[in-house]
């Protein structure tokens, strides 16, 4: 029984799989950008579907495995498919909370080597000894591409789409734009632009604190009904129940149920995040 509901579950995913690629591929630069503002910038896509793939079928057969009802083994495969997205998103966000707080120090270490008389490619490969190590490869990659003789613009834009971060946007258009342009002004527009990142860091900071117990709530709003159920479905009356059809429907019902209101609960605990729009000029 617990084969067949497991290749149940694998036929289900497949064919959610094949009917979402036609929409799927009109989206795969909305796609491509999330997944590089993830950090995964340099991972096919190809790899992340067969990744999430794969997690889906081993979580299905666990769940399978814990909660032995029919009903359950979708939804097992949807919930593989599920966390590792979430996983990912936290990731993303965890991964822009970071770079908003070093940013500010980043463009201060680089208005000052401006302001000392460096070229304006010199301040910011000099500005390497300021960023995170998991910043460093997207530096050394900046060095590289000058070294070798490259444009100084396709290797800023580079910089830029390794990053994948809306303030790396803001602060590479602006040295993009004074480079092409002249930008005496431009030590004064990364002051102004360090203390705005500096601002938006602070008021975002003090809104999640108060929100917390929002994403928390949430959280154990979606596991505890399932540990109740596996619970219940330890003994063979209830699995029985469970089981039947009308047992069934309840099971579908609650998981949509839980998905909604995990969904508003987030968007209530979470603030909007800054829209990547000077993305024109990366190469893909």
Not at 25 to 44: F, I, K, N, S, Y
Not at 113 to 138: D, I, K, N, Q, Y
Not at 195 to 216: C, F, L, N, P, Y
């Amino acid at each position: 029984m617990g084969l067949d509901l497991v290749l149940c579950g694998i036929g289900l995913g497949v064919g959610l799989f094949l009917l979402l690629v036609p929409r799927t591929v009109h989206r795969l630069p909305r796609l491509r950008q999330w997944c590089d503002e993830a950090g995964l910038a340099g991972v096919p896509l190809t790899i992340v579907g067969i990744v999430l793939g794969t997690v889906s079928v081993i979580v299905a057969t666990v769940v399978t495995a814990i909660i032995p009802i029919p009903a359950v083994t979708p939804l097992g495969v949807a919930l593989g498919l599920g966390v590792p997205l979430i996983a990912l998103s936290s990731v993303r966000d965890s991964r822009r909370r970071r770079a908003r707080a070093l940013w500010p120090d980043v463009i201060d270490s680089i208005r000052v080597s401006l302001r000392s008389g460096s070229t304006l490619l010199e301040s910011v490969s000099a500005a390497a000894t300021m960023v995170p190590s998991e910043w460093r490869p997207a530096w050394d990659g900046l060095e590289s591409d000058l070294r070798r003789g490259s444009d100084a613009e396709s290797a800023l834009r580079r910089l830029q789409h390794v990053l994948a971060d809306p303030t790396a946007d803001r602060v590479v258009e602006s040295l993009a734009v004074a480079r092409e342009f002249g930008g005496t002004e431009l030590p004064a527009v990364l002051f102004e632009l360090a203390r705005s990142v500096r601002k938006e860091q602070g008021i975002r900071d003090e809104a999640r604190t108060r929100q917390s117990w929002v994403r928390h709530a949430a959280t154990l709003g979606v596991i505890a009904p399932w540990v109740v159920l596996a619970l219940l479905a330890s003994r063979p009356e209830n699995r029985d129940a469970y089981a039947s059809s009308s047992g069934s429907v309840l099971i579908v019902a609650s998981a949509g149920a839980t998905v909604v209101a995990y969904f508003v609960m987030t968007a209530l605990g979470s603030l909007r995040e800054p829209r990547r729009w000077l993305t024109g000029g990366i190469d893909g």
